[in-house]
């Protein structure tokens, strides 16, 4: 069986193993690699924000409200609380007149630890739009004032809102969406378990919507290519999935979610990938995604040694001397 680990030295010793489920196939049908998890159940957390947006994307929110690029990105983001993320959050709610109380996703600091020390230097608190998930929200409640739905139980799971994020699942897995499966997300919005090789699905056919050969494909385009243009939007300056769009130059649209969970889509080859970090630790992510990339020419060579810069593979104490390393072993 293939495996995959990450290890985590500290002098000469492995401290740590992470190991990783991981899918990665092709477009065409084709498996590529597989650790053998594909019929195993996941949450994909935040990684399928992309798929809830489509409900709002379709309601052509982004003309009545005039919303701009970067928070089209926003609406498929767990953004960090930058102030460039607050900014557009800002401007979007104020277009819409919608009002921060109807945002039931909660309150936390900026995933951003800078940004959460400006924040309490400044002497103000966080509110609802620091949630990392508020553009996932704010494009709940924007498609339900459209429609005219009910804004105050937008999270409920038979309303009409989260019904059409359902279908929507069960149209690019192709599956149906059972009870069984629904769990509830850290920021209240319902959460679907599905099979690793369901998402390999998924993402397969939403290639082929980005590529005008599925359904939604205006949508899709529109919100992929906001994403592209925009990556710092999708995440934040240190996020693994924004910094990867910006190295690959938009030939990669991925999207990370907690627990360890993170999707890649690569838009010219065709190829995808699920990845569940077991144990749910997603500091094994970057030393992975780096590895596949390698292995599977993901990247050209100058990207590649971009991404080496940007993922160091070396562990450093707070006074910055070397303690160890990180190495990532596909078998």
């Known amino acids: 069986m293939s495996k995959v680990t990450t290890l985590?030295?500290?002098g000469k010793l492995v401290e740590s193993i992470h190991r990783i489920k991981c899918y990665i196939g092709s477009v065409?049908?084709?498996?590529?690699?597989?650790?053998?998890n594909d019929d195993d159940f996941i949450y994909p957390r935040s990684s399928i924000k992309i798929f809830q947006a489509i409900p709002f994307s379709s309601t052509n929110a982004f003309k009545v409200f005039n919303l701009n690029q970067k928070q089209i990105a926003l609406s498929c983001s767990s953004h960090c609380g930058e102030y460039f993320h607050i900014r557009e959050l800002k401007k979007w709610i104020n277009k819409t007149s919608l009002k921060l109380s109807y945002l039931k996703c909660g309150v936390h600091n900026p995933l951003d630890s800078k940004s959460t020390e400006k924040l309490?230097?400044?002497?103000?608190?966080?509110y609802q739009l620091y949630n990392n998930c508020a553009g996932k929200?704010?494009?709940?409640?924007?498609?339900?004032?459209?429609?005219?739905f009910s804004i105050n139980n937008y999270l409920d799971f038979d309303h009409?809102?989260?019904?059409?994020?359902?279908?929507?699942?069960s149209k690019f897995t192709e599956e149906k969406i059972l009870i069984k499966n629904y769990g509830i997300d850290g920021c209240g919005a319902p959460q679907y378990s599905f099979k690793i090789k369901h998402l390999g699905k998924a993402l397969s056919n939403?290639?082929?919507s980005y590529h005008s050969k599925f359904e939604y494909s205006l949508n899709t385009k529109t919100m992929i290519d906001a994403i592209l243009k925009n990556p710092l939007f999708i995440g934040g300056s240190k996020n693994l999935d924004s910094n990867l769009?910006?190295?690959?130059?938009?030939?990669?649209?991925?999207?990370g979610g907690a627990e360890g969970v993170f999707l890649f889509l690569h838009l010219k080859k065709g190829i995808f990938g699920i990845l569940k970090v077991s144990d749910g630790n997603e500091?094994?992510?970057?030393?992975v995604i780096y590895n596949f990339c390698k292995k599977f020419k993901l990247l050209n060579n100058k990207e590649i040694n971009k991404f080496k810069l940007w993922n160091n593979l070396t562990l450093y104490n707070h006074a910055n001397s070397k303690i160890g390393g990180i190495k990532t072993i596909i078998e």
Do not use: V
């Open 137 to 148: 929200h704010l494009a709940m409640l924007t498609a339900c004032k459209l429609n005219k």
């Open 283 to 287: 500091r094994a992510l970057p030393s």
């Open 8 to 10: 985590f030295y500290r």
């Open 28 to 36: 065409d049908g084709k498996k590529i690699f597989t650790t053998n």
């Open 160 to 169: 009409p809102h989260q019904i059409n994020i359902r279908k929507i699942f």
């Open 206 to 208: 939403l290639y082929k």
């Open 245 to 255: 769009i910006k190295i690959s130059n938009g030939s990669i649209f991925c999207k």
């Open 120 to 126: 309490f230097l400044s002497g103000n608190r966080p």
